[in-house]
């Protein structure tokens, strides 16, 4: 789902510069620090098999859950029309929604709160041919909330910013 860089989708991409593909590597060491740190160790195991570090969670050890685990490159595409979604290291999608820029530099996504039942806020960044991400963590974070911040930290934890694609 590239975009190219002339015609419409580079008007889209200067009213809105998150237009576009961006990849990574994720690493698995930053994402079990963004879950630890929101307190939300209890996710680990079923995010790191979610995320393609491990095949099955018997794979992760307890104490060192990272050992093991490999770099996997991925990929978010937000379009001009406000969809969203990922692509794994295969170029596989793997995530399917929408989002919505609510402030400066600040984005939700509509059709992911319905699914988990929660609100997703997220900050953002673009600058220097680079784009990295915040989760808002919620204080109080219970229930359904838990599940919905898992998720925005497996996509959109602080590690390696992303770059755009070509």
């Known amino acids: 789902m590239a975009m190219p860089a002339t015609g419409a989708a580079a008007s889209h991409r200067a009213a809105n510069p998150l237009v576009g593909v961006w990849h990574r590597a994720n690493s698995c060491d930053a994402l079990v620090r963004a879950l630890t740190r929101a307190g939300l160790h ?12 491990f095949a099955d969670a018997s794979q992760i050890s307890a104490s060192r859950p990272c050992h093991g685990a490999r770099n996997v490159k991925h990929s978010h595409f937000f379009t001009a029309s406000g969809g969203f979604g990922s692509y794994d290291e295969k170029g596989a999608q793997v995530d399917d929604g929408d989002y919505k820029i609510i402030a400066l530099h600040t984005l939700v996504f509509p059709s992911h709160a319905r699914e988990f039942g929660h609100k997703i806020t997220v900050h953002y960044r673009i600058g220097n041919g680079e784009l990295t991400f915040s989760v808002v963590v919620p204080r109080r974070c219970a229930g359904k909330c838990r599940g919905a911040t898992a998720w925005a930290i497996s996509a959109f934890y602080r590690g390696a910013p992303f770059t755009r694609g070509k």
Not at 42 to 53: C, D, K, M, N, P
């Open 42 to 53: 209890s996710f680990v195991r079923e995010t790191l098999v979610g995320a393609g570090y």
